[in-house]
């Protein structure tokens, strides 16, 4: 058979909860035939148990890799190191990854991890090493009810297709739409979904409660608001860390700094400040080429191998957003660049010129991360239409707030049109966070915003709000009607500094919550 006629499977599995009996055969094979370190698991099995005693039960699911038609890990991916296979599968290349982790948040089923020995993502690739030899996978071969089930879904003979087809089967996550290709037979939806049970306050079996086991904050002796969705309790799992901490919500700071910098500087330029070299000409880019610096710095320290943060350029994957915004801050950096030369050389025309390419680069540098987050199908809460004008908001106010700190060291002109902007920026922030707090999304979505206001990340939040939002707008409202010019300096200053720190904790309350719902 010559290789242009050979047809291309579509290979799936067919988990039999009904026959499983909790084992855990699969999970040793796997991790014998990958060399799996202690701690992470390609595949595993969760117990839960329902019921109220004496009439319980418990029950068993393998959990792992979908192997989804639309895979989101692969479209994140910003170096193609998740790719598919011409059988289908949805394999990975070490050598490819720079371990951005962006695939783990983009996961609906938890099913990636960060191999500790190799600094990259690994999940369940189907053994496909094995496959291509015409062997079965290893969890196949060891399961000894023969729950796992492993054949070409596209052919219609096939024992897994005639299974499907005569049973009830289902999927996790069905709602994020990336067509898996691993169905469950006889399985309890409270196993497929993890929003609907949860670890109590004494533990799971062989386990503790440790802040590594994300749950329902019910086990926590906290209420959300849909406590009557809890039907089970998880008795064993395994861990999963939070992927993205406070690297990336300061980085969401310092480029909203970088990028607001440069469209407050625009608006002094449309204001016929062309000509006030020390802040408009020169401290301007500086602030903005600095905090992009830091920004860069953070997104690469951030790597787990950033070394090859450069594969981003010559590796990209026009799909990821982390593409995309590497050449958007680039842009942002060649703007900014051009307009330190036009400060320095005292070109007004040059910086008249820039003044709209600043402002669109700065609002680009600080929005795209929305779009990114877009892709982050796994975390609910990032997926909020309210991102993106948050972002813009925060780059407003960001940027006002730099320059009402400028205002101490050098000339700052029109300061009220700053201070009016960090007022505007704050109130866009503050109304953004509230209906935010009272939108009605998923189930995922409800859990991550009580976590986020209520729960364990709520005085981030709160704090967030206070030191970010109503204390910044009562300073900048009192700088712009007090008589007093230093007065007004001052307290034009300190408003800005505490809206940056406040924004730094809402940041970070938003990219922790939005971790905090367990998907698997």
């Known amino acids: 058979m010559t290789s242009d006629t050979v047809r291309v499977t579509k290979l799936g599995f067919l988990l039999d909860s009904d026959n499983c009996i909790g084992c855990h055969a699969c999970t040793v094979a796997c991790k014998s ?19 109220t005693f004496p009439d319980v039960a418990r029950k068993f699911n393998v959990m792992r890799c979908n192997q989804c038609e639309d895979a989101p890990c692969m479209a994140i991916c910003p170096t193609s ?41 690994h999940k369940c690739n189907m053994c496909n090493h094995r496959l291509e030899q015409d062997l079965e996978p290893s969890c196949q071969i060891v399961c000894p009810t023969e729950a796992i089930i492993i054949g070409d879904l596209d052919d219609p003979t096939s024992k897994i297709s005639q299974m499907i087809a005569r049973n009830d089967v289902a999927v996790r996550a069905p709602e994020q739409n990336t067509k898996p290709k691993v169905f469950y037979k006889g399985a309890d939806q409270a196993a497929l979904d993890p929003t609907r049970t949860a670890i ?12 590594n086991h994300s749950t329902v904050s019910v086990s926590l002796g906290k209420k959300p608001s849909d406590l009557d969705g809890v039907v089970a309790r998880t008795a064993y799992t395994t861990a999963h860390k939070p992927t993205w901490g406070q690297m990336v919500s300061g980085y969401l700071v310092t480029k909203a700094i970088a990028g607001g910098s440069m469209l407050v ?3 002094m330029v449309l204001l016929g400040h062309a000509d006030v070299q020390s802040s408009v000409g020169i401290m301007a880019p500086i602030v903005a080429l600095l905090f992009l ?47 330190f030369i036009g400060g320095v050389t005292e ?17 680009a540098t600080a929005g795209y991360t929305a779009f990114l987050f877009a892709q982050c199908e796994g975390r609910d809460l990032w997926q909020t239409p309210l991102l993106l004008p948050m972002l813009l908001a925060r780059a407003v106010t960001a940027g006002a ?25 704050v109130s866009a922030v503050l109304a953004l ?33 206070a030191l970010g939002g109503v204390v910044p707008l009562l300073l900048g409202i009192a700088a712009v009607i007090v008589e007093s010019a230093s007065t007004a300096v001052g307290l034009g200053a300190v408003a800005g500094l505490l809206a940056l720190v406040g924004m730094f904790l809402s940041e970070t309350a938003f990219v922790r919550a939005g971790q905090s719902v367990p998907l698997s």
């Open 33 to 51: 035939e990958h060399d799996v370190p202690l701690g992470v698991n390609r595949t595993w099995v969760k117990y839960i148990e329902t019921g």
């Open 81 to 121: 190191a998740l790719f598919r296979s011409d059988n289908g599968v949805v394999d990975f290349q070490d050598d490819d990854c720079i371990g951005c982790k962006s695939c783990m948040n983009a996961c609906p089923y938890d099913a990636l991890y960060i191999n500790p020995e190799t600094n990259t993502a």
């Open 200 to 211: 109590a306050n004494d533990g799971m079996i062989w386990a503790d409660t440790t802040p």
């Open 265 to 267: 500087a625009a608006l």
């Open 293 to 339: 610096g830091i920004t860069s710095a953070l997104l690469i320290l951030d790597l787990k191998q950033p070394t090859r943060f450069y594969y981003l350029l010559t590796k990209g994957n026009w799909t990821s957003w982390l593409v995309k915004g590497a050449y958007v801050l680039m842009a942002f950096g060649a703007v900014s660049a051009l307009w």
């Open 347 to 363: 070109s007004e025309g040059l910086l008249q010129a820039l003044a709209v390419p600043a402002a669109i680069t700065g609002l």
């Open 401 to 425: 707030a730099t320059w009402l700190i400028m205002d101490l060291f050098v000339e700052v002109p029109s300061p009220d049109a700053v201070r009016w902007s960090l007022i505007g920026g």
């Open 433 to 465: 966070s509230w209906m935010e707090t009272v939108s009605h999304g998923s189930r995922h979505v409800e859990l991550a915003v009580h976590e986020m206001v209520k729960g364990e990340h709520g005085s981030l939040f709160w704090g967030g709000i």
